[in-house]
């Protein structure tokens, strides 16, 4: 690829190289091994990225406005009055023992950190310090009440991150001594349990473990769980599940619950990492085509309503299954490297996350839908779950997401940046925030990016150092940015979408990168020929009036509470527009963020279309029907609509039926 306009003599003394590369998945990671961060020992085949310790990201502008509400929220304040926290037996307490108090920390750890928020670090504190003394002279650790694996997995995860914010050498000597009682002892994985199907957990540990003291144990340990847990390659390889899963009359089973796929979409991407098996990086490309195609919902989910079930736009998606396909993708591209995992992160994050829950972070869903227009108690087609499931509340239908939801934002934020093996960084995500790292031969670096994105599409980018050094900085660019330039000192670069531009440059304090984000206007066609629209990472769905009705309070002081909410306008509408040219029938509008970014009332990107009533689109079964096969007559008088991104959304219509020209 060639730039769009020669550089100057000057700036090409000092632009070493601008290049852009696509990683196919069949690829050949890059022989060098960053020497700042704990990359990839052999054996293991090096990732194409490192991920960079808790930390070394921190969220900036309205995305530090975002986690302070969370932490303002349930987050902060679920340990003073949940039973399920505030009785935690991973505090010492004869309260549960089993999965939530880690799930918990899995999300609190990182946003007390990432926020530097003593009273936040407190609360985590008084889990981690029981934890980090609960070992057993055999190795096993936690409350004396578990005896399952699964747990474990958990907070393993949640002791690598205290680790690497806090450097505590007790994690390091915990772990070993479990990954010894792991070695030692029979594999215990089977196919009917938690622990087995998502065994895999226990080896993205240990090869963090294994990078970090070089113990070979480590990895023979590791490849035993890989050998005998089930295999996910296998299953994405030749997906077996193209109906849903209520149409076979399913109950139960580990293998179409929705969490579970969630988790194990990064275990190929980590079975590679160990075996360098071609099979398993097209085993997650097959798993992500599988699932669009058979149960995919706009925005880059899939149905999982407890199990698979399918494609109808109010099928639901439970929030552990966003959270967790979030961290599976921020595995994945530290893994394998393709820009296209980012692509798919940031729909979750900008969209399925927030908009399972409330503007303020004190409610939120077990199951949301893209066409919602009823929140309530109510029966409607879910494969496997309650009345409740889709209130926003404390803990609708189960509690499995009132302790695992609080992973999404403050992880998400901590893989905005990788190191790469070329001794550089890559942004690999997009959001304001400011990365300190180690570059080149060692120096320290820390680039602010400033941007109001997802909603606008500028980011600048200034490094600031001690003193000049050569490194390279890797920018992904998004496949949906068709025009991207990218601005070096002045100097524009036409840059090519679905890639990474390297730019490689001996970098002074003061440089400064203008990346310039097209955000067109573009559709996406759905169930039914309906169709739904984007603006960069951004899916937009009808504004609706909502009415909110409190079910249950669930603390004196707290505003924390269930809630039905019900439309106050109407919801059927049909869009009328060219869907190869949206631009031509809609207006965009633009407002400041404010301190509840996802807020209906300020949504900061507004969307202005023409539309008309379609007075045979009904209720069914408490929620939408299914949207009338497009095109679709209307005699409606045609009324101006209004779109705000769909996390701002909690009533919602996302995809839409096209309303048909009227004939003479």
């Known amino acids: 690829m060639k730039p769009s306009m020669k550089p100057s003599l000057a700036t090409f003394r000092r632009v070493a190289r601008l290049a852009f590369l696509a990683f196919p998945l069949a690829l050949q990671a890059a022989e060098a091994r960053n020497q700042h961060y704990p990359a990839n020992r052999p054996p293991l085949r090096p990732s194409h990225f490192v991920a960079l310790p808790l930390g070394a990201v921190k969220p900036a502008g309205w995305l530090r406005d975002q986690l302070t509400v969370q932490a303002n929220g349930l987050t902060g304040h679920l340990d003073e009055f949940w039973p399920d926290l505030r009785d935690s037996a991973w505090k010492g307490l004869a309260g549960e023992g089993w999965e939530r108090g880690p799930y918990y920390l899995d999300g609190l750890v990182p946003l007390a950190y990432l926020l530097e928020d003593e009273r936040l670090k407190a609360v985590a504190q008084r889990f981690l310090e029981w934890t980090l003394a609960s070992g057993q002279p055999n190795g096993w650790f936690g409350p004396a009440k578990n005896k399952d694996r699964w747990p474990l997995a958990v907070a393993m995860k949640v002791l690598t991150q205290y680790y690497e914010a806090t450097g505590d050498p007790r994690v390091i000597l915990l772990l070993r001594r479990y990954f010894d009682y792991l070695k030692d002892t029979p594999p215990d994985w089977p196919d009917k349990e938690w622990r087995g199907v998502r065994a895999m957990e226990n080896v993205l540990t240990a090869c963090w473990l294994y990078n970090r003291t070089g113990d070979p144990g480590l990895l023979e340990t590791a490849r035993t769980i890989r050998k005998n847990s089930y295999d996910w ?370 949504a900061p990107v507004v969307l202005r279309v023409k539309g008309r009533l379609i007075p045979e689109w009904h209720l069914a079964a408490n929620s939408a029907a299914d949207p009338p096969s497009s095109p679709v007559l209307s005699h409606q008088p045609e009324e101006l609509l209004e779109l705000i991104p769909y996390g701002c959304t909690r009533l919602r219509i996302t995809e839409f039926p096209v309303v048909r020209p009227a004939g003479p």
């Open 233 to 602: 390659t296998a299953f994405f390889l030749d997906f077996p599940h193209t109906t849903a899963a209520l149409q076979k009359g399913l109950k139960f089973t580990h293998l179409t619950h929705g969490v579970n796929i969630a988790m194990a979409l990064k275990n190929p991407g980590l079975s590679f990492l160990l075996s360098g098996e071609e099979r398993e990086t097209r085993a997650v490309m097959a798993g992500l085509k599988s699932l669009d195609e058979h149960h995919g919902q706009v925005g880059g989910r899939y149905a999982a309503d407890e199990h698979l079930s399918g494609r109808p736009p109010t099928q639901g998606t439970e929030l552990c299954v966003v959270v967790e396909l979030m961290f599976s993708l921020e595995n994945l591209v530290e893994a394998l490297g393709d820009p296209v995992f980012a692509d798919r992160l940031e729909l979750l994050a900008y969209n399925a996350n927030p908009g399972a829950w409330t503007a303020d972070c004190w409610a939120h869903q077990y199951d949301q839908q893209a066409n919602q227009v009823l929140v309530s108690k109510a029966k409607r087609k879910w494969s496997d779950n309650s009345d409740t499931s889709n209130l926003y509340g404390l803990e609708p239908h189960y509690g499995c997401c009132t302790a695992n939801m609080h992973q999404g934002w403050p992880k998400f934020v901590s893989h905005l940046w990788m190191a790469t093996q070329d001794d550089g960084l890559a942004a690999v995500a997009y959001g304001p925030c400011e990365v300190n790292a180690k570059v080149g031969g060692g120096e320290d670096v820390t680039i602010r990016e400033e941007t109001d994105y997802p909603f606008d599409g500028a980011i600048r980018f200034t490094v600031r150092l001690a003193r000049p050094a050569e490194f390279p900085l890797h920018f992904r660019i998004p496949g949906w940015a068709e025009g991207t330039t990218l601005q070096v000192d002045g100097e524009p670069y036409r840059v090519p979408p679905g890639k990474l531009a390297v730019v490689k440059r001996t970098w002074r304090s003061g440089d400064r990168v203008e990346l310039m984000l097209p955000m067109r206007l573009r559709t996406e066609t759905r169930f039914n020929q309906a169709v739904s629209i984007f603006r960069g990472p951004l899916l937009f769905s009808l504004k609706m009036g909502e009415q909110s009705k409190k079910l249950a309070a669930h603390h004196p002081t707290l505003p924390s509470a269930d809630w039905e909410i019900t439309p106050s306008t109407p919801w059927n509408y049909g869009l009328v527009l060219d869907r190869a040219q949206p631009d031509r029938a809609i207006t965009v509008g633009r407002n400041r963020i404010g301190p509840l970014p996802f807020a209906q009332a300020a």
